[in-house]
């Protein structure tokens, strides 16, 4: 019976991508991509390349990153309906999304669609916040802790909420509002417990500890900071 896979395909560098994902990559005869413009190249795509059969049929599908929810909910449907034909014409077909599906994935609201339609497999993958403490000697938590993930786009007064009373913190999504995440931040003191990390796995990741000459230029789409007040660079 075919399938549907979901494949996390860890954040850039290709070495992390999981056997588990490798595997799933080779039984799949379509492969679906998600691009952030309409001419744009897949960073997912990028990553699982040398993974792929020759003969794979590659399906580009744009995925709108706007707020417009009936534009979102339209592109959606589209996709979640391809895919559902192309399972149910006995085609087992693959998904990569960055980091793990079920971390902030568009992967997610595939998952919402199909779920009662298809066989479904989702696999694991390399988080940003998971290859950021690993590869930069970074602990996450520890202890009694909780670790928090949230992301910086739920308002200034519940971020800085977060930041002033939790000890371990991830914080995603700070492209957009960067300098204010920056600036509480500084506000508790944090600079030392903190680390911000640009393109984490890839050829221009950017790693900041000094918060005073970070070049805005280098804060990309994707990038996440880190706070363990129980740690210190």
Known sequence: MAVFYGIGVGV?????????????LGKIDILYV???????????????????????????????MNYNQDEL???????????????????????VTIGDPMVYSTYI??????????????????????????SENFPLVEGENPLIVVPATIGTEKLKKYIKEEVSLVIMKV???????????????????????????????????DFENIDEKDISYFTTILINKGWEN
């Open 175 to 209: 492209y957009k509002n960067f300098h204010e995440v920056i600036d509480i931040i500084k506000e508790e003191k944090l600079e030392k417990c903190s680390i911000v990390v640009s393109n984490s796995s890839k050829e221009d990741k950017k790693v900041y500890t």
């Open 109 to 134: 609201y595939l998952l919402k669609l199909l779920k009662n339609k298809i066989n479904i497999e989702t696999i694991p993958g390399i988080t940003s916040f998971l290859d950021i403490a690993s």
């Open 34 to 64: 998600p691009t952030a413009k309409k001419e744009g190249k897949s960073v997912a795509h990028n990553i699982v390349k040398d993974y792929l059969k020759s003969n794979l049929e590659i399906k580009e599908r744009h995925f709108p």
């Open 73 to 95: 909910n339209e592109a959606w449907d589209s996709i979640a309906n391809d895919i559902e034909n192309d399972v149910r014409e006995g085609k087992n077909v693959g998904f």
């Open 12 to 24: 850039g560098d290709s070495k992390a991508v999981t056997m588990k994902g490798v595997e799933a």
